[in-house]
């Protein structure tokens, strides 16, 4: 695997929140710029090398077990919206902390 996207801009949030929208293509989030977990640094989004976004369930629910194992939240268990190359670590904040700066970075260390 490798990693295609961390941090994003709000600018470059906002692009992919009007893609399928206002723009053409496929929607890709339902998060707008400061909603997202990628705009503060806590998520990466992961590609496989050889079978890109089309791998097989089965690969996409190893990397996610994986990620779980080492305490990231794995969009692919999500409900509403299933992100299957999405993970992100929180740390015990809200997205609200993130956005009011009630965060201790150090945490992450």
């Given at each position: ?7 994003r801009?709000?600018e ?60 990231f ?12 190359p ?24």
């Amino acid at each position: 695997v490798r990693i295609v996207e961390g941090y994003r801009s709000i600018e470059r949030q906002n692009e992919l929140y009007a893609q399928g929208r206002t723009t053409p293509g496929k929607i890709v989030t339902n998060a707008k710029g400061g909603e997202s977990f990628h705009n503060y640094r806590c998520a990466v989004d992961f590609v496989f090398k050889k079978e890109g976004y089309n791998a097989s369930k089965e690969l996409w629910e190893t990397l996610g077990t994986v990620g779980e194992k080492h305490d990231f939240e794995w969009g692919g268990r999500w409900k509403k919206f299933i992100d299957l190359p999405h993970f992100e670590m929180k740390m015990g904040y809200r997205l609200s902390d993130f956005q009011n700066g009630k965060v201790d970075y150090t945490k992450f260390n």
